[in-house]
């Protein structure tokens, strides 16, 4: 996995550690993920949680089915995902209306704010587009220090009012990758 | 491949479900949906009607969920191609409980009968053991689909995956509810959830 910056022995940041404090709060089960650098630190911190089942996927899409499938047999989820990922869900977010269950997805953005590849630029750039599309709420955290009232904000959204959700975790947050030979 | 010997899919349906019991049963977007309506309409269904290739992951998210209750995923060979990866999704889990039937006919039957992959190359049943799932099986009798019935009720050793080569008759279609939001609050209500 690449470092998103090269700065040597640079203390974590507290946000992912404030993510998950959340997410046990709202009694979270299921975490279905693509990976993501940017969410490397939550997902460590979900596989060590005994009241949390991890589900790596094969695509993104299979996540949003899982989180169905969860709320039908009683439990919550959150769909952990990278921006290309989005595209990828498109189809499947039809069961959020159909089934209306409560969808929250935390999306670690690419191609913005000094992206170095190109590739990711288009579907970085129709992210929020894509959401909106499919009548998925979006919120966006940019600093550190909003992380966590955005993400109370959109899982309370999510679960209390069954309002689907994701929140963009902004590249000037996460920090751009940096490739290096 | 041999055309003889095919079984008829509201056949299989019914004897799967015949002693379903507590399962909560899964139907993916076609004709597997009539089947599990044809053998009558239950609280603990959840008919889809489209969300094509998801029918695996709904399945392995209320498997996981409700560890002590089998729950079964009936589908379509097309449907499954879909959501192929799935398969490796559900082998990495490997959730006891979870029960996956795909009735494969070689065709999309809802859309003009086309040929599907599996009719020429491939052999979803190898596909789900190279995935990890043990218990893959292709039936070709009924005697063992009533086999398939009753590992499915063994919650302790799951996954079970099931390929069973049906014949292409276009039956008369059984309409299910079209209702999602209804059919899966009424799986919740049936497991003593209410509503948010």
Redesign the interface.
Known sequence: MHARTEAPSETAPSWPEEIFAILQRFDV??VPYVPDAGHSQLIERVLGAATM?A?????E???????????????R?VLLMQSSGVGNCI??L??TQ?????FLTLVTMRGEWGEFNPWQVPMGSSTQGVFELSGIKVLRASHPDEVRDVVEAAAGQA????TPTAVLLSQRLIGAKVFTK | MSKANLLDRRSVVGSLLADRRDAIVVGGLGASTYDIAAAGDHDRNLYLWGAMGGAVMIGLGVALAQPKLPVVVITGDGEMLMGMGSLATVGLQKPGNLSIVVLDNEIYGETGGQASHTAATVDLVGVAHSCGIADARALATMAEIEGFAKAMQDVASGPHFASVKIDHANLERVLSSRDGQFTVTRIRSALGFGPI
């Open positions: 089960r299921q089942r589900v790596p996927l094969t695509t899409e299979e996540g949003v089915a899982l989180l169905a499938g969860a709320w039908a047999g009683g439990q989820g189809n499947m039809s069961l159909i089934i209306r269950f409560p679960y209390n009012a069954c």
